[in-house]
């Protein structure tokens, strides 16, 4: 348990929490919607801190990111709780623990370093759950994280605050964000009521302060028409042509098991219509398709990165970031070859 950052004083002993957008005021001996944050005699607290409820290594194409660090492996671990409700939940044993309890294994930001150190693991994700919502434990974990010369990247809803935003500055260096529909009804009545303006407004802030890359997981019936899929494109497009956008297939999960899975084609469908619309990298996940998951020059179309699954099966970026086929600039982050190079020189 930890002193939480980012909350204000209320009336009597309540407080206000300031960290997602959902600003929750929380009274003294009671939790937010996250249930992992506890107002205890007009202090907040962290309850989470230190405690991973789920840690792995994993390739960091499992998050989805596509132009940070091609091929890379990550520490990748959560604690418990969440800030929405998503009915469809992959993680709902995790994220929506029953009664609020607060299970994990002691990882502290020491041990998670350590053991990249050990492991030859150049970074760490912040992942599976909503990273927002153990902020303290992620920070904390970050700076120890490059003082050694690792990454981080938070894969995140998007739903932080300005403030959180802002202390994530120049210690998260990536992430990858949930914008689960261009249209309010998914947000309200899929994920808890939260709304989508928030959402934009924190992919713009990101994206002024780190490399972001931006998933949509398309849902039959509640994001796949035509329209949305041509609107969260075109906002994408404008925001900026380079950021990546994945589409990723919706299976039955949680409460939301009668709806029917995503069909190739709407996938297919997906990523032509963010080309018309401008955006010159677009992904299909959830199809074990090298065509749909490996990265292509925009210009000439000649393949730079070659995928299958969560494997990089060939990487032809160089350390210009051009197309070495016909010299188009290309959008990529971080080199894996060229960090084991600099880790070398720290020896």
């Not at 969440?82 to 993680?91: E, I, K, S, V």
């Not at 260096?173 to 009804?185: M, V």
Request: contains cysteine.
């Amino acid at each position: 348990m930890k002193e939480a950052i980012l909350y204000s004083k209320g009336e009597g002993s309540s407080v206000r929490c300031n960290l997602c957008r959902r600003g929750c005021t929380i009274r003294d001996g009671e939790r937010g919607f996250c249930h992992v944050r506890e107002n205890r005699g007009g202090k907040l607290y962290s309850l989470v801190y230190g405690k991973a409820v789920a840690a792995e290594v994993d390739p960091i194409e499992k998050k989805p990111f596509y132009h940070f660090m091609p091929g890379a492996e990550c520490f990748s671990f959560s604690t418990v709780g969440c800030n929405f409700r998503c009915l469809y939940c992959q993680n709902s044993e995790i994220s929506q623990v029953k009664g609020g309890r607060i299970i994990g294994e002691d990882w502290s930001p020491e041990r998670i370093v350590n053991y990249c150190k050990e492991n030859n693991l150049p970074g760490i994700a912040y992942t599976y759950t909503e990273p927002t919502i153990f902020m303290e434990y992620a920070l904390d974990t970050a700076k120890l994280a490059h003082k050694e010369g690792l990454f981080n990247v938070f894969v995140t809803n998007g739903y932080m605050s300005e403030e959180a935003i802002n202390e994530m500055d120049g210690l998260i260096d990536a992430a990858r964000i949930d914008l689960k529909g261009f249209n309010e009804r998914i947000y309200k009545e899929v994920c808890g009521g939260v709304e989508l303006e928030g959402i934009l407004s924190s992919i713009k802030s990101l994206h002024k302060k780190m490399h972001i890359e931006i998933i949509n997981l398309v849902v039959p019936g509640y994001n796949d028409s035509q329209e949305d899929l041509r609107a969260l494109s075109k906002w994408c497009a404008e925001l900026d042509s380079n950021v990546p956008l994945h589409f990723i297939g919706f299976y039955p999960a949680y409460k939301m098991m009668d709806t029917p899975r995503t069909s190739l084609q709407t996938l297919l469908n997906a990523c032509t219509i963010a080309m018309e619309e401008g955006v010159k990298f677009t992904y299909s996940g959830n199809l074990l398709d090298e065509k749909s998951e490996s990265t292509y020059c925009p210009n000439c179309r000649e393949q730079i990165v070659r995928r299958r699954g969560f494997l990089v099966l060939d990487n032809r970026i160089d350390g210009y970031n051009k197309c070495p086929d016909c010299g188009e600039e290309l959008y990529f982050v971080g080199d894996i070859k060229e960090y084991w190079k600099r880790m070398e020189k720290r020896k």
